[in-house]
C-alpha cells in the first residue's frame, strides 16, 4: 500500500511539474517567437518585385507609407492599389518639379482638390497607363508618368493609387499643391459619373480636408484657369498648356452641394469651353 501511494505521488510531482514548465517557459517562448498576424507586421513588398510582378496581380492591400493618414470615420473604404512607387519615380517627380516650378521636390502640402474623368469606362486600363513611372507622352515636359492620388470606378469602388502628400501628375499648374480624384468615365466627354462616384467623391474630400487643414480649395479640372487670379496655379513653361473639360458642371455642382458645409472655395459652375 505505502508503494503504492508513493508512486502515486511521484506521478502527481511528474504532471505538476510538467504544467509549471509549460506555462513558465515554453508557452512564453512561443508567443515571443511567434508573428502577430496584424496588419500592421503584413510583409511589404519591395519595389523590386512590384517591378517583377504582372500588373493585374499587384497587391492591392497597402501602401508603402507609414504616415498616410486614417480614412476618418465617415464609412470610407479604400483599396489601396499602388502604382509603381520607387526611388526613380520620386528622382522623375523632382525633375518634373525642377523644371516646372524652380525647385526640387517630391512631397506636396495640400492646398486643393481637383476632380478628373479619365474619358475611358475600363478602370483597369487607367491603372496600367498610370503606373509606370515613365510617361509615354509629352515627354518634352518632363519624363515623370501621369498619375492620380485616388481613381474611382464606375460603381464607386476608391482605389488609392499614391499616398496623398506625393507630387503626382495629373493637373497642369496645380501639381505642386493639390490631390487629384480621377473618376472612371467622361467618353467622349459624356457626362455620365454615376451616383456611387458622387458620394464616394464626398467620402474622400470630407476624408482629406479632415486630414489635412491646408486644404481651402475643390474645382474639376476645367476650372483649372480659375486658379489663376486665386494664386494657386504655377507653371514655368507658358506653352504648357491643354484645356480641359472634366468632370463637367454636372457633376461639379452635385459635389459642391454636397460638400457645402466644410466652406470649401469653389468657383463658378460654367460649361467647358
Known amino acids: 500500500m505505502k508503494k503504492t501511494l508513493f508512486i502515486c505521488l511521484l506521478i502527481t510531482l511528474f504532471m505538476l511539474g510538467g504544467i509549471i514548465y509549460y506555462n513558465l517557459y515554453l508557452k512564453s517562448n512561443i508567443s515571443n517567437q511567434a508573428p502577430q498576424t496584424t496588419e500592421a507586421n503584413i510583409p511589404q513588398p519591395d519595389s523590386e518585385d512590384l517591378a517583377q510582378t504582372p ?14 493618414p486614417k480614412p476618418s470615420d465617415i464609412g470610407l473604404q479604400i483599396i489601396y492599389k499602388p502604382v509603381l512607387l520607387t526611388d526613380y519615380r520620386k528622382q522623375l517627380a523632382r525633375e518634373y518639379a525642377q523644371m516646372h516650378y524652380g525647385e526640387p521636390f517630391d512631397t506636396i502640402i495640400p492646398q486643393a482638390i481637383v476632380i478628373h474623368w479619365t474619358a475611358s469606362n475600363s478602370m483597369q486600363a487607367v491603372y496600367n497607363y498610370f503606373y509606370g513611372e515613365e510617361a509615354s507622352t509629352d515627354r518634352e515636359y518632363g519624363k515623370l508618368n501621369l498619375t492620380s492620388h485616388y481613381l474611382v470606378d464606375r460603381d464607386g469602388t476608391i482605389y488609392q493609387l499614391t499616398p496623398e502628400t506625393n507630387l503626382n501628375r495629373h493637373a497642369i499648374g496645380l501639381n505642386w499643391c493639390s490631390i487629384g480624384i480621377e473618376n472612371v468615365g467622361g467618353v467622349n466627354g459624356n457626362q455620365d459619373l454615376t451616383d456611387a462616384q458622387l458620394e464616394s467623391n464626398e467620402k474622400i474630400v470630407r476624408h482629406l480636408t479632415s ?34 473639360p472634366d468632370p463637367g458642371p454636372v457633376f461639379m455642382q452635385s459635389l459642391i452641394n454636397k460638400v457645402n458645409d466644410l466652406k470649401l472655395v469653389t468657383f463658378p459652375i460654367i460649361e467647358p469651353s
Not at 500588373?55 to 498616410?68: A, E, F, L, M, S
Open 55 to 68: 500588373i493585374d496581380n499587384i497587391p492591392v492591400n497597402r501602401i508603402n507609407d507609414v504616415n498616410q
Open 211 to 244: 486630414n489635412y487643414p491646408s486644404i481651402k480649395y475643390l474645382l474639376g479640372h476645367y476650372q483649372q484657369d480659375r486658379t489663376k487670379k486665386a494664386g494657386l496655379w504655377k507653371e514655368n513653361i507658358s506653352e504648357y498648356y491643354a484645356d480641359k
